[in-house]
């Protein structure tokens, strides 16, 4: 089968941004939260609990049509991110959004003042008993808001502060550049996207190393910059975070993700616990590496080639036929939703300048269909880049038939559904591989993941964590930031590395995100908590059922409750996060003794 190496846009809206059907869509969504505006006044000057239903119904449907177009307009800035045409239109659906949080909260504020007799009626109505989690927890926002009419500045001053410097910082990545000279002599030109993709792929190290002296190079040159964004977007986040009366900056963030703050100090003990794992691992990589010890750029470059085994390139339609054939073995609809996402354009993978870096998934819930982005180069790891985006798309469509609120499934158990069918394409790579040396070089791809998560991931908590308490006393100049980064990252790989990346911090978009303070740690916990139901699914005579109830049940809980209520863990306990630990050093265990042969 061949596959386009191109989404298709124009299934959502007709003729993109400037199209009659964008256009129009934009217009219904206004008319709808003018209308959403008036019938919750309505309901809250005459007291009507029982309209609530009808209420919620508008409600819901503005959110998902939001979301649809949200994502289409971004989908076509990361597609095309030097262009700053769209920059305009992203600024008006955030305006869109500052419109809908005004009656957003005047209908969190009706429902944290309806006496508990009432609360507990309304929960009982058929059109909630889906939502009973959802009603709770947009009750519970209202504690967390000011006055009506400071909310409805805040919302207006967030367009030009945290929205504003996140979307400066898009503009600032957008122009950057590098250059660097290839093993053949050649000087090439890339863009900072692509200059990420060839740090973490270039199969030459001594390329490499150029390549991530130039990055760091190039970052240098706009690092005053890229601090006062950082400063400016924090600061803004800690003012409104202290307006509200939360207690520190990560209640906030914890809320986001439903997760409790025990469970959050049990898993970062038990990753600082278990990071030496790694040592003799990323010593024997060196050793097969030809270099006496790695360096930052080194974490998940290719071994390019063990004994007279070298590495065969991976075409898009390979990667696609693996993942499909393998999700099959777990579950037939994880299959069927991967074909269905190749066979009608849902993915984004083509390698050229002027994209967006990284990668990611959306979902489009007025077609009830998910986009992906992402940038293919034909690594053994793209098959599990794929793989991680579609196993979101996959979490999003085993939702639809429920309300939009069940959607609203938090990050750090959406990188669970990700993670889970990452390992499913690894573990298939491993298994598949027809030499000791083949298995050795994709055991090593697989071993990038646990690197990441336990110790990269591990690094950026740090140093955001240092950041926001310096933040809180006063600016932070770029020279400190760069030492907080280095000093981070040392000491979340107990100096296993030889060479560091101080400008991370500017590096990385994550840092950068206006909706989701500390992005970082709930890819930590995604890994760990797939982990353990990749363990567990290998012993469920019926595990797609097992875990598609799993998955519906993302948004109607708390993390605890849900790993409680499905795994049967204590997740405040570390037994559940050492059962990955050990998941990890039978992979090194097997590693270390596949590589002897190769010394």
């Known amino acids: 089968m061949k596959y386009s190496l191109n989404w298709n846009l124009e299934t959502i809206f007709k003729g993109g941004v400037a199209g009659m059907e964008f256009k129009a869509k934009m217009d219904v969504l206004e008319h709808q939260i003018a209308e959403f505006k008036i019938r919750l006044k309505n309901l809250v000057q005459q007291h009507q609990v029982v309209q609530m239903s009808n209420l919620f119904e508008l409600y819901q449907n503005i959110l998902a049509g939001y979301l649809t177009v949200d994502l289409f307009v971004n989908a076509w800035a990361a597609d095309d991110y030097t262009n700053p045409a769209f920059r305009p239109m992203q600024n008006k659906i955030a305006q869109l959004g500052a419109q809908l949080a005004q009656p ?108 991530m002296q130039a990055y760091e190079k190039m970052w240098t040159t706009v690092e005053d910059l890229v601090a006062d964004t950082l400063n400016h977007l924090a600061g803004a986040r800690l003012t409104e975070q202290a307006a509200r009366g939360y207690a520190d900056y990560l209640e906030e963030p914890l809320a986001l993700n439903r997760m409790s703050r025990a469970t959050l100090q049990t898993m970062w003990a038990v990753v600082d616990a278990h990071k030496d794992i790694f040592k003799p691992y990323l010593a024997r990589r060196a050793q097969l590496m030809g270099v006496e010890q790695l360096g930052w750029q080194d974490q998940t470059a290719p071994l390019t080639k063990l004994g007279t085994y070298r590495p065969q390139t991976v075409t898009y339609d390979e990667a696609a036929q693996l993942i499909i054939d393998n999700f099959a073995k777990y579950s037939p609809k994880m299959a069927t939703f991967a074909q269905h996402a190749f066979e009608n354009g849902w ?80 573990d298939a790579n491993v298994r598949n591989a027809q030499s000791d040396a083949e298995r050795l070089m994709l055991l090593d791809a697989k071993l990038a993941n646990p690197v990441a998560m336990f110790l990269n991931i ?45 400008h991370f911090w500017a590096s990385k978009l994550h840092f950068y995100a206006d909706d989701v303070p500390f992005y970082n740690f709930p890819y930590t916990f995604g890994y760990l908590f797939s982990a353990g139901i990749y363990a567990w699914a290998q012993n469920q005579p019926n595990f797609e059922a097992a875990y598609v109830d799993l998955l519906r049940d993302t948004a109607a809980m708390s993390t605890e409750d849900l790993a409680q209520k499905h795994l049967g863990v204590d997740l405040t306990q570390p037994a559940f996060f050492e059962a990955g630990v050990a998941q990890i050093q039978a992979d090194i265990d097997e590693y270390l003794k596949l590589s002897l042969e190769f010394l």
């Open 104 to 211: 957003e909260k005047q209908l969190q504020s009706f429902l944290a003042q309806l006496s508990a007799t009432e609360f507990a009626e309304l929960l009982d109505q058929p059109a909630f008993r889906n939502l009973q989690f959802n009603l709770k927890e947009q009750r519970q926002k209202a504690h967390y808001l000011l006055e009506p009419t400071t909310e409805n500045i805040l919302d207006q001053l967030r367009l030009d502060s945290l929205n504003g410097w996140s979307q400066h910082y898009e503009t600032l990545v957008a122009g950057l550049t590098l250059s660097f000279e290839d093993e053949k002599g050649q000087q090439q030109t890339i863009s900072a996207g692509q200059a990420l993709n060839q740090i973490d792929g270039y199969p030459d190290p001594k390329v490499r190393h150029a390549i």
């Open 458 to 502: 591990h690094a950026r908590y740090l140093f955001e964590n240092e950041f926001y308490q310096a933040r809180q006393a006063g600016y932070v100049p770029a020279v400190q930031l760069n030492q907080m980064m280095e000093k981070a990252q040392k000491i979340a790989f107990d100096n296993g590395l030889s060479e560091w990346h101080p």
């Open 347 to 426: 993915i984004e993978a083509e390698d050229r300048p002027g994209k967006q870096p990284g990668g990611w998934m959306e979902s489009v819930p007025d077609i009830k269909e998910s986009r992906i982005f992402l940038t293919f180069t034909g690594s053994p790891n793209d098959a599990a880049t794929i793989a991680h985006e579609l196993g979101h798309g996959f979490h999003t469509s085993v939702l639809q038939d429920l309300p939009y609120l069940r959607n609203d499934y938090a990050m750090n158990v959406a990188e669970t559904a990700s993670t889970f069918a990452e390992l499913i394409v690894n």
